[in-house]
């Protein structure tokens, strides 16, 4: 469908790009939603959410309404994953326990290897609490904050 819509040398009424992307992933999601007769809709949670629009200089201009499905399951994706690979390989960190993270994953892991760390807490470590950004601004991003222009402008490149 996006290929369709963003062909030049088609002639008529089509989507747009953006309309045939959202379609797709919506009907991506349906799929998952409707699967295994029904029973992943209790997976996921509709979400509508209204956010003030502001501009440069902070004044309300109005509201954004945001409607949002949200699978709250990452074993209805997941599933379907390892049953089409050969093999998965998951590495990280911060997995541990495996056997906890496979069940929210849905699949059983026949080989896992956990291993013991490999930094040296002693020398390798170190932690740090930055209070101000460069320009001596707090690094403060709460929800009140993080939208203001001093804020953003001193922390971070344009």
């Known amino acids: 469908a996006i290929k369709d819509a963003s062909d030049p040398e088609r002639v008529g009424i089509c989507l747009s790009g953006l309309s045939a992307s959202t379609l797709e992933g919506l009907f991506s999601s349906f799929s998952y939603f409707f699967s295994e007769n029904g029973q992943g809709a209790f997976d996921y949670q509709l979400c509508l959410q209204r956010y003030v629009k502001r501009d440069e200089g902070m004044s309300v201009k109005g509201w954004t309404n945001s409607f949002s499905l949200w699978c709250l399951n990452p074993a209805v994706v997941f599933k379907e994953i390892a049953n089409d690979s050969l093999s998965v390989i998951l590495t990280s960190g911060t997995l541990s326990p495996m056997n906890s993270f496979a069940s929210e994953l849905g699949v059983p892991?026949?080989?896992?290897?956990?291993?013991?760390?490999?930094?040296?807490?002693?020398?390798?470590?170190?932690?740090?609490?930055?209070?101000?950004?460069?320009?001596?601004?707090?690094?403060?991003?709460?929800?009140?904050?993080a939208d203001a222009y001093e804020f953003q402008a001193s922390n971070f490149k344009n």
């Not at 956990?114 to 170190?126: K, T, Y």
């Not at 740090?128 to 904050?145: E, I």
């Open 109 to 145: 892991f026949e080989i896992c290897m956990e291993a013991p760390h490999v930094i040296n807490m002693d020398s390798q470590i170190w932690a740090a609490a930055v209070a101000a950004g460069p320009r001596n601004v707090p690094l403060n991003a709460s929800y009140k904050t």
